[in-house]
């Protein structure tokens, strides 16, 4: 009773650990010329002229079951059972063979052991519930005993006895996702928010280039990035957390409106030599500096505001600018009205204007206007108003209009009266010679650039490959902001193009791709791709072969799954709790 408690508490535990796969047997030929049993009788059960009088109508069993030496005659099937349908067979020499070949596939759903027992049984079709009933019914009997790990490749067989032949195959594979030795190891390649890799052949998750972790949704930053100040997103990036800048993240951001300062950590401002304040914009000696205060003003430095001014008696003012106004201040009979905050002013009696009344207002009856000038009486005496080329307090002067030096590209200036001429230099006409007759007359283009004559007539440079600049004088570096990733470099060809120069294992523009992964063209016939870190592998049907499962190996080939040996005989199946139930009861059981 404690055996059998013990052997439950272990099928339990075991069960927890689950594969997934299928165990695939392909019938390849049926070798029955004579109609024979494997006891030499006939299937017909009659001789005409000493040979069987009519073939075997014969089907298969195929049995697999846990490794055993000894195969009974009615084993347990424990890892499935699956039936095939009868066939017939034709006494001619050219039809003793099958015309097809049967593929069996037996899933499972537990951990693979490695070591099997396989048991494959030609029986003679005399009732569909009975022919398997007696051991005088078996045409022939096929035992494999075999230790195979997956994915394996076909393992080719064949069984006799006396003229009965029969050639099979099998192997053992892992369902799509499933990995390992038992197909217990489940990995599925992603390139998501889950993650971004592929699988070895074991399994095991291999990240994607710029990616890493225990899922690979780490991305793998620029080798520059400071990861205490930067991090990424994005496979070789660099983006830098708050108070952080630069490239590689490493130059901290100082305080908002800090003018004259700079930080050692994000926020801060030290003020440079000669500056002060909370934002470094107060002059630590801005009096010796600048000298601000005027009228015999005194400058003292102010944290706060850089200076105050200490203005002298009869001033006031930031900058001491203002003068205050007394009347001993006010000539020619002027009035002092104010006060001495700044706002004072002197009221000049007629005839007289200015801060002090010190200037005399004069009349047209005083002054004569030159050049036609034309004289006005205003607000501070008579003024004259000159004629267009003439320029003076009395229109004493005529205005030189090549002052300016109006005429361009070398020309020479005659003056006039209220005009100039240009005398132009040869490729230049215009009023200030500023039309070029030629616009490339006289440029150079550097580096092997030529002159370009613009829509808008101006001259232009024509760069080669490779250079830059107003006149092509300076050299493009291509590779400057080129990255090539996972280890390539760059490099400048011929036609000064760039190219990467990829690693053995990576290709693409910039060497962003690994050598090999699947595709929905990988494989072909309804193969399956598996992926194995740089290079995949296809597991085909058993109808093809190839290393794209592009061939036909047979020439007609039908399934026979688990489900219809289900409907064959629904007795046989035997699920993955019973199954280990009567693998250790073997154990436990002495026999």
Same mark, same amino acid.
Request: glycine share 10%.
């Given at each position: 009773?404690?055996?059998?408690?013990?052997?439950?508490?272990?099928?339990?535990?075991?069960?927890?650990?689950?594969?997934?796969?299928?165990?695939?047997?392909?019938?390849?030929?049926?070798?029955?010329?004579?109609?024979?049993?494997?006891?030499?009788?006939?299937?017909?059960?009659?001789?005409?002229?000493?040979?069987?009088?009519?073939?075997?109508?014969?089907?298969?069993?195929?049995?697999?079951?846990?490794?055993?030496?000894?195969?009974?005659?009615?084993?347990?099937?424990?890892?499935?059972?699956?039936?095939?349908?009868?066939?017939?067979?034709?006494?001619?020499?050219?039809?003793?063979?099958?015309?097809?070949?049967?593929?069996?596939?037996?899933?499972?759903?537990?951990?693979?052991?490695?070591?099997?027992?396989?048991?494959?049984?030609?029986?003679?079709?005399?009732?569909?519930?009975?022919?398997?009933?007696?051991?005088?019914?078996?045409?022939?009997?096929?035992?494999?005993?075999?230790?195979?790990?997956?994915?394996?490749?076909?393992?080719?067989?064949?069984?006799?006895?006396?003229?009965?032949?029969?050639?099979?195959?099998?192997?053992?594979?892992?369902?799509?996702?499933?990995?390992?030795?038992?197909?217990?190891?489940?990995?599925?390649?992603?390139?998501?928010?889950?993650?971004?890799?592929?699988?070895?052949?074991?399994?095991?998750?291999?990240?994607?280039?710029?990616?890493?972790?225990?899922?690979?949704?780490?991305?793998?930053?620029?080798?520059?990035?400071?990861?205490?100040?930067?991090?990424?997103?994005?496979?070789?990036?660099?983006?830098?957390?708050?108070?952080?800048?630069?490239?590689?993240?490493?130059?901290?951001?100082?305080?908002?409106?800090?003018?004259?300062?700079?930080?050692?950590?994000?926020?801060?401002?030290?003020?440079?030599?000669?500056?002060?304040?909370?934002?470094?914009?107060?002059?630590?000696?801005?009096?010796?500096?600048?000298?601000?205060?005027?009228?015999?003003?005194?400058?003292?430095?102010?944290?706060?505001?850089?200076?105050?001014?200490?203005?002298?008696?009869?001033?006031?003012?930031?900058?001491?600018?203002?003068?205050?106004?007394?009347?001993?201040?006010?000539?020619?009979?002027?009035?002092?009205?104010?006060?001495?905050?700044?706002?004072?002013?002197?009221?000049?009696?007629?005839?007289?204007?200015?801060?002090?009344?010190?200037?005399?207002?004069?009349?047209?009856?005083?002054?004569?206007?030159?050049?036609?000038?034309?004289?006005?009486?205003?607000?501070?005496?008579?003024?004259?108003?000159?004629?267009?080329?003439?320029?003076?307090?009395?229109?004493?002067?005529?205005?030189?209009?090549?002052?300016?030096?109006?005429?361009?590209?070398?020309?020479?200036?005659?003056?006039?009266?209220?005009?100039?001429?240009?005398?132009?230099?040869?490729?230049?006409?215009?009023?200030?010679?500023?039309?070029?007759?030629?616009?490339?007359?006289?440029?150079?283009?550097?580096?092997?650039?030529?002159?370009?004559?613009?829509?808008?007539?101006?001259?232009?440079?024509?760069?080669?490959?490779?250079?830059?600049?107003?006149?092509?004088?300076?050299?493009?570096?291509?590779?400057?902001?080129?990255?090539?990733?996972?280890?390539?470099?760059?490099?400048?060809?011929?036609?000064? @193009?760039?190219?990467?120069?990829?690693?053995?294992?990576?290709?693409?523009?910039?060497?962003?791709?690994?050598?090999?992964?699947?595709?929905?063209?990988?494989?072909?016939?309804?193969?399956?791709?598996?992926?194995?870190?740089?290079?995949?592998?296809?597991?085909?049907?058993?109808?093809?072969?190839?290393?794209?499962?592009?061939?036909?190996?047979?020439?007609?080939?039908?399934?026979?799954?688990?489900?219809?040996?289900?409907?064959?005989?629904?007795?046989?199946?035997?699920?993955?709790?019973?199954?280990?139930?009567?693998?250790?009861? @073997?154990?436990?059981?002495?026999?």
């Amino acid at each position: 009773m404690g055996g059998i408690y013990v052997g439950l508490t272990l099928m339990l535990t075991f069960n927890m650990v689950v594969g997934t796969g299928r165990f695939e047997v392909s019938i390849l030929a049926l070798f029955n010329e004579s109609g024979q049993m494997s006891d030499g009788n006939c299937c017909s059960k009659s001789r005409d002229n000493g040979s069987c009088s009519s073939p075997c109508h014969t089907f298969f069993a195929v049995c697999l079951q846990h490794y055993s030496v000894d195969i009974p005659e009615f084993p347990r099937c424990t890892y499935g059972r699956v039936v095939t349908p009868i066939f017939n067979f034709s006494m001619s020499n050219d039809s003793t063979v099958t015309k097809k070949k049967y593929l069996v596939k037996i899933p499972f759903q537990f951990s693979w052991p490695e070591t099997f027992s396989l048991v494959i049984d030609a029986w003679r079709n005399i009732h569909p519930d009975f022919s398997t009933k007696g051991v005088s019914n078996r045409v022939l009997r096929a035992v494999a005993t075999d230790k195979l790990n997956p994915p394996s490749q076909w393992v080719k067989r064949k069984a006799k006895a006396y003229d009965i032949e029969i050639d099979y195959k099998y192997r053992v594979i892992c369902d799509e996702f499933y990995y390992s030795d038992t197909c217990e190891q489940i990995c599925r390649h992603r390139n998501d928010n889950f993650g971004h890799y592929v699988c070895d052949e074991t399994g095991s998750k291999v990240c994607l280039p710029g990616w890493q972790g225990e899922f690979c949704q780490e991305a793998v930053c620029t080798e520059k990035c400071n990861s205490s100040r930067g991090y990424c997103e994005n496979p070789f990036e660099c983006r830098c957390f708050l108070g952080w800048t630069g490239e590689s993240c490493d130059k901290c951001i100082p305080n908002p409106g800090c003018v004259n300062g700079f930080c050692y950590e994000p926020w801060q401002c030290i003020c440079r030599s000669g500056w002060a304040g909370r934002y470094c914009d107060i002059v630590q000696h801005y009096c010796t500096n600048h000298q601000p205060c005027r009228n015999g003003g005194t400058c003292l430095n102010d944290a706060k505001n850089n200076f105050t001014c200490l203005c002298s008696t009869g001033y006031t003012g930031r900058t001491c600018e203002n003068e205050v106004c007394f009347d001993i201040h006010c000539q020619n009979g002027g009035k002092c009205q104010g006060t001495s905050k700044g706002d004072a002013k002197c009221v000049c009696p007629e005839g007289f204007y200015g801060q002090h009344c010190q200037h005399i207002k004069s009349s047209c009856k005083d002054i004569t206007c030159a050049n036609s000038g034309t004289c006005s009486d205003g607000k501070y005496g008579a003024y004259c108003s000159c004629l267009a080329g003439f320029e003076g307090k009395y229109c004493e002067s005529e205005i030189d209009e090549c002052r300016s030096n109006p005429c361009a590209n070398g020309g020479t200036c005659l003056d006039g009266v209220n005009d100039f001429i240009c005398r132009c230099k040869e490729n230049y006409m215009g009023k200030t010679c500023g039309i070029i007759m030629d616009p490339c007359y006289g440029i150079k283009c550097f580096n092997g650039g030529r002159c370009h004559i613009t829509a808008g007539f101006r001259a232009h440079c024509i760069c080669p490959r490779g250079f830059s600049g107003k006149r092509c004088e300076s050299k493009i570096n291509v590779c400057k902001n080129i990255i090539c990733r996972n280890g390539g470099s760059c490099m400048k060809s011929d036609t000064g @193009d760039y190219s990467c120069i990829c690693l053995n294992g990576f290709h693409g523009d910039f060497c962003e791709l690994s050598v090999q992964s699947c595709t929905s063209s990988s494989c072909q016939n309804g193969g399956i791709c598996k992926q194995y870190g740089n290079h995949t592998r296809c597991i085909c049907p058993s109808k093809f072969i190839g290393e794209k499962c592009e061939s036909s190996d047979i020439d007609l080939e039908e399934e026979i799954s688990g489900s219809y040996a289900q409907n064959l005989c629904a007795k046989c199946q035997v699920n993955v709790f019973w199954t280990i139930l009567f693998i250790l009861l @073997d154990f436990l059981i002495p026999p």
